[in-house]
């Protein structure tokens, strides 16, 4: 009775997928605020617990958001202020595998959203992604000119999200801040994901494996620049009821990204060239951030010295 009361007069957030590299993070900078209250949910289909902060002020609860009666039960106990719903099937090879795995977010997004609305949210923040845009057709991509043009069962799950956002803010008033995070690198990312894959490779000079060609563009955004513009967008209520890319604009080739790594650790690994992806690889991505520029009104991290912060934190650490 006295931990409720203490935390009754806290900043109460939820944060889904609260074991995975982005909310585990996220989770880690909100604690920073000695007035909030952190509860992260997770099923650890591929979270991972040691992601997740340790603090009196934070909760883990393994919970699986597709599962109404799970989430509900600590929805309904918390009376959260504010939602974070970063909960979701990731990982280009794991869309794509299990399709009927990710379209079942969707129930989990509807639960989630049911619940905000009935139980005094304030405000949802939704992580959807680059891939709504598909195969791009102008680059910059931008929030509201881009055309969305996603075929991937993964791409199309976050744009259902971002159209029940929209709903229910129409029907519910229920506030939402959409995020459209594109590659975001980091300490606690896992391997499935480009950055990572080929640090872990450069890092054990074993060989770094590219699709085709390998002149696929991407652009790569540190966390810290993700989570200020997130926090920015909490603390100041900025971007209310609208659509904000997070990412990085400096482009740069896959192969590139290689040598680039096998220069900043130093690495004798090679790059060897694999057989193109059939689906899920788009050519190009870019990301118009003048919202999030406005937002953290910094420079981005460079390339160079967010590897270099990965590598500090893998000394540090150990992971």
């Known amino acids: 009775m006295l931990f409720l009361t203490i935390i009754s007069s806290m900043r109460k957030i939820l944060i889904t997928g609260g074991a995975g590299f982005i909310p585990g993070s996220l989770a880690e900078r909100l604690l920073n605020d000695k007035d909030t209250f952190v509860v992260a949910v997770d099923n650890l289909l591929t979270g991972e617990f040691w992601k997740v902060p340790t603090s009196p002020r934070c909760k883990f609860i393994k919970c699986d958001v597709n599962n109404y009666n799970d989430i509900a039960a600590i929805m309904t106990a918390y ?9 979701a099937v990731v990982g280009v090879k794991r869309t794509l595998d299990h399709p009927v795995m990710v379209l079942e977010d969707i129930q989990g997004i509807k639960n989630v959203l049911d619940l905000c609305k009935n139980t005094g949210v ?7 992604s680059s891939e709504v845009y ?9 929030e509201t000119r881009t055309p969305l043009n996603s075929r991937l069962p993964y791409a199309i799950v976050k744009n259902v999200g971002e159209a029940f956002c929209r709903s229910y803010k129409q029907e519910y008033g229920l506030d939402y801040t959409i995020f459209r995070f594109f590659n975001t690198y980091g300490p606690k990312q896992s391997t499935d994901f480009v950055m990572s894959k080929f640090l872990d490779a450069a890092l054990a000079n074993q060989d770094i494996t590219v699709y085709g060609d390998g002149l696929q563009t991407r652009t790569f955004c540190y966390i810290d620049d993700n989570l200020d513009a997130t926090e920015y967008a909490l603390n100041e209520s900025a971007f209310l009821n609208d659509v904000v890319n997070l990412g990085n604009d400096e482009l740069i080739t896959i192969v590139d990204l290689a040598k680039t790594i096998i220069d900043v650790t130093g690495s004798s690994s090679r790059i060897i060239h ?15 951030i003048s919202k999030m520029r406005e937002a953290i009104n910094r420079p981005l991290i460079t390339m160079e010295d967010g590897i270099k912060k990965i590598l500090a934190f893998k000394n540090l650490h150990g992971k």
């Open 122 to 128: 304030k405000r949802i923040f939704y992580s959807s």
């Open 274 to 288: 694999l057989d193109p992806l059939k689906e899920g690889d788009m050519t190009r991505r870019q990301p118009d």
């Open 79 to 87: 009376s959260f202020d504010y939602v974070f719903h970063y909960a």
């Open 134 to 142: 598909g195969e791009p057709v102008e680059l910059p991509q931008h």
